[in-house]
């Protein structure tokens, strides 16, 4: 499970991918890791948050510097399969949004000086 | 936990949340419950996905027809003291971005007819 992204200021694109997993495991632990592996090497990757709950449900959102390296992700060989299995076996359900990032904050303790 | 959300065509506004809680409960159940409800009951309100993991990592995606419904959310008042009480108690880090979503795509096998 990825950390909260460091990402830079925006504008930059989001990929918000939803889902809900059919049962079992089916080779899909060891494909999102590779997946997400692979996505980190892409040229335009900025980062990535993932987060599945018990109940199989699961939001994945990574960043891009633009919409071209979202493009070139999508197309890329070995991710298309993962598309076909995730059709096929993985994802009994999924929406992905495709997103201009405009604004963006964020608060983080582990970097603050305490004040007690 | 929210389920697939059904958002009309884009564009729409994204409001990316992802969080890291802190240990123990505090209160954060029943308030992350009512805020839930609230934003539902908002003008512009599209829609909500939400998934928390067991690591405490959670990220909640909301919907939004614009940024003034977007801004008028972050005003609300109940909300305000949820936002205080985020910041002080119940996240040990979070990021919030907004994004205006410009293609969407979805597949949902509960719709399909089996073809076996």
Redesign the interface.
Known sequence: ?S???K?PE?PYY?V?F?S?RTEGDAGYAAMAQRMEDLAREQPGFLGI???????G???T?SYWENEEAIRDWKANEDHQGAQEGG?RRW????????????????????HEARAD
Request: aromatic share 8%; charged share 25%.
């Open positions: 499970m950390p909260l992204a990402t925006p989001a918000i939803t809900q948050e993932s987060v599945r709950g018990a109940d449900r699961g939001i959102v059709k994802y009994a359900g999924y929406s992905i949004r495709v997103a201009r990032v405009e604004r963006a904050y964020a608060m983080d303790k582990s």
